[in-house]
Nanobody, 123 residues
């Protein structure tokens, strides 16, 4: 079993920055990829970023160039640096972990999920 806990959400003005953290514990040696997803009210959960054990990163076009995912393997922690935030980035952000290194943009690939952290971007 693996547990993931997010932190770092909050309220920020458009154009501002936030840094989310995700700490993993338990059988973390089984995890290959960590990802971030977000879900706004009335919308489906969507892919935001992923990073593999070998530090390969993935982003959708909507956040590419603004968000950066990184990981500290020694501390089993993943970070999401979010810059140039827009009101449409407002959502609950979830950290997730998977043993897979393929299809890492897909929600159903991930085995473990955190409880989520709210990010609100005001205009």
């Amino acid at each position: 079993q693996v547990h993931v806990v997010e932190s770092g959400g909050g309220l920020v003005q458009a154009g501002g920055s936030l840094r989310l953290s995700c700490a993993a514990s338990g059988r973390t040696f089984t995890i290959y990829t960590m990802g971030w997803f977000r879900q706004a009210p009335g919308r489906e959960r969507e892919f935001v970023a992923a990073i593999t054990w070998s530090n390969t990163t993935y982003y959708p076009d909507s956040v590419k160039g603004r968000f950066t995912i990184s990981r500290d393997n020694a501390k089993n922690t993943v970070f999401l640096q979010m810059n140039s935030l827009k009101p449409e980035d407002t959502a609950v952000y979830y950290c997730a972990a998977t043993r897979s290194n393929v299809a890492v943009r897909m929600v159903n690939v991930y085995d473990y999920w955190g409880q989520g952290t709210q990010v609100t971007v005001s205009s």
